[in-house]
């Protein structure tokens, strides 16, 4: 999915304007990315036409980098379309919170079980029983119970020749008696959704009236995993779900139109096997990345911590009034080596393979010293205004920074090209560093 989506929009980077048809061809490209990746077709059309509607609104056939402007908008219309706001897990209001677990078999419910459990006795001190209510397979209970041994909270459990619901019974008498305060329902699963497995669960909802119904879907099985949330849902009425195995290479496919079909929020993610494997869903998240922004966002993140935002402004000044000068230059360049390795970071910035001021700046760190050798020879006047430089003086440069005379009279040359290409940047009313920050 996130290949596509990124060829998608691929196409329109470096394009300065796009024309309309370019705009319906990245929504065709979108659309089949999205379809491919298993999301529900109505999801697919619903979610197409919001992203249009709202390019074709701002103005994005009009503005500069069309492509980050719809990064941005497929980006915030995923975010949206996964929930928006974190879903935390619900609390009774008198102990104990009972929380029932459903799904397939091998979906990852035991093992949810036990992330959910410790993470609630790490993080909130909470004394949470666990109920083996899985009779259909033997070893269901062993797992739970060394689950439990390995985070250290008990189990309830009947062996495999009891009515479920009995056992839920006198588990959550049990919990009673103990003052526990969570008590989680670790159901059996089937292959597939079928009447007897749907009942039973319906009567165990019916006895232990749980706070919350979480389903755990594994994120793996594309749009199966989908038509099994309807299905769980429709009987069952769940509170939210949880979406395993991100771990694997899976983009979110299914995250992304289970809340769209079912309305429900997805509250965790498992990423693991482990215990500790486990993390609260954020939606801005999964949306970045399904669309392989994680690399892009965590940059911008970095970009703005370290470029003062006052410096920007002043350097945006001095591209307006063409006074940009070798000094701000050199700040330019040790802004940009702070970040982090040249070229992984021009590779995180999308539009930027085809822009020509990075183009120059786009050099291995070696160079860098090279250059930054050259504007380290010049004389404070020389720096501040780079026309002083004639041949004899370049000469002089050379000889005192050590590089040839080529590269000097290089340098001064993309210097220029560059401080033109800014000014003109800026004139477009966008300037370069919004560029750089990824307006
Ligand atoms: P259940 O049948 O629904 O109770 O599923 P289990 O909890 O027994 O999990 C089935 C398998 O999936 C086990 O091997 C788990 O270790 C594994 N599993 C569960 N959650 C995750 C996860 O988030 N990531 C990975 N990689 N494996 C998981
Ligand atoms: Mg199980």
Redesign the pocket.
Known sequence: LTERLQNAVKKLRGKGKISESDLRDTMREIRLALLEADVNFDVVKDFVKVVRERAIGANVLEGLNPAQQIVKIVNEELTRMMGEEDAPLLKSPKIPTIIMMV??????????VGKLANKLKTDANARPLMIAA?VYRPA?ID?LQQVGNQIDVPVFQMGTDVDPVEIVKQGLAQAETNHNDYVFI?TA?RLQIDEQLMDELARIKALANPTEILL?VDAMTGQNAVATAEGFDNQLDVTGVVL?????DTRGGAALSIRAVTGKPIKFV????KMT??DIFHPDRMASRILGMGDMLSLIERTQKEYDEKQAAELNEKIRENSFDFNDFLDQMEQIQKMGPMDQLMKMIPGMANNPALANANMDPKDMEHVKAVIYSMTAKEREDPDLLNPSRRRRIAAGSGRPIQEVNRMIKQFNQMKKMMNQVSKGNMSGIENLMGN
Do not use: H, I, S
């Open positions: 799904g397939l078999q091998g979906a990852g419910k035991t093992t949810t899985d269901a797992q670790d699963g755990v395993t195995k991100l771990d694997g498992g990423e693991g096997e494997d486990m």
